[in-house]
């Protein structure tokens, strides 16, 4: 059997990232063959990987990403279990460089994104590879890519767990970023409230419809009450709507004619947003894995 040597595990280990011992246990399955050690990890990785799979990823980060010439940005969320892996240096470089490929590449969807050639191998292939590293579930949970008309900017906040993506005609560079901002203090679902999506619209009534009726109001006045709070709810969650949070006084819409520009688009990630997490019974938990060891 060849000798498995400290600088051999170091050779393998730098070659694949993978844990030391990984590597020395690789090493001695291969019988000294570094190419069949390799080998040897890449499968256990994926192994790992899938595992993991099946595990909620529901932290993580938002990355962005604007070409050197600014006509083209994009944001990409990754997840991950918790919230100590989300500020892992390989896990925040992992997603700030598919931020970039997706800008340099255009992927359709994730699928697409998965399969780019990627760092000598594939994104999917480096992203299983980190899982098995890392221990974790990792998942590429979605990604908007802006072909700007007019100025991009972007805008990270919170330790990367919201991300802002707008496109701005007209205005400077302090509007764009003040409107990226105000977009991750806000949250506005739409930029108008011609864009709001209907079902939310008619949520939003009959919940107002409800509360009206107790009321014990005339049907003219309760109506106009429905009314109101629809206007209300329209102008709250609508980025023209909103007052701006550096002037309360002043609309998105009245900032925007002021200095003669316009917003083309934008998009907004907040990390885990609409993911159910589910709620640790740690008891259980405990009982489950005594059960399991009997």
């Known amino acids: 059997m060849a000798e498995i040597t400290a600088n051999l595990v170091k050779e393998l280990r730098e070659k694949t990232d993978a844990p030391m011992m990984e590597c020395k246990k690789a090493l001695a399955e291969a019988a000294g063959d570094l190419g069949k050690a390799e080998a040897i990890l890449r499968i256990k990785l994926g192994n790992k990987a899938s595992k993991a799979a099946s595990r909620l990823a529901a932290e993580g980060v938002v990355a962005a990403h604007i070409a050197a010439d600014g006509k083209v940005g994009a944001l990409v969320e990754i997840n991950c279990e918790t919230d100590f892996v989300a500020k892992n240096e390989e896990f925040l470089a992992f997603a700030g460089a598919l931020a970039q490929l997706i800008v340099a590449r255009e992927p359709a969807d994730v699928d697409a994104l998965s399969r780019l050639p990627f760092d000598g191998s594939s994104v999917d292939e480096v992203r299983r590879a980190l899982v098995g590293k890392i221990g974790e579930n990792l998942a590429i949970r979605r990604f908007v890519r802006l072909a700007g008309r007019g100025r991009l900017a972007s805008y990270i906040h919170g330790g990367a767990k919201i991300g802002v993506l707008v496109d701005v005609t007209g205005g400077d560079e302090v509007l764009a ?47 106009k009450m429905v009314e109101g709070s629809v206007q209300k709810f329209l102008r709250e969650t609508t980025l023209l709507g909103q007052p701006f949070v550096k002037n309360d006084k002043q609309s998105i819409e009245q900032l925007l ?16 947003e609409g993911i159910e997490k589910k709620k640790d019974d740690f008891v259980s938990e405990v009982m489950a894995q005594v059960g399991q060891a009997r």
């Open 257 to 272: 004619k002021s200095k003669d520009a316009t917003v083309t688009a934008f998009a907004l990630y907040v990390v885990g």
């Open 177 to 223: 970023k003040d409107l990226a901002m105000h977009i991750a203090a806000s949250k506005p679902i739409a930029l108008s409230a011609d864009e709001v999506p209907a079902a939310a619209v008619e949520k939003e009534r009959e919940i107002a419809t409800a509360k009206a009726a107790d009321s014990g109001k005339p049907a003219n006045i309760v109506a």
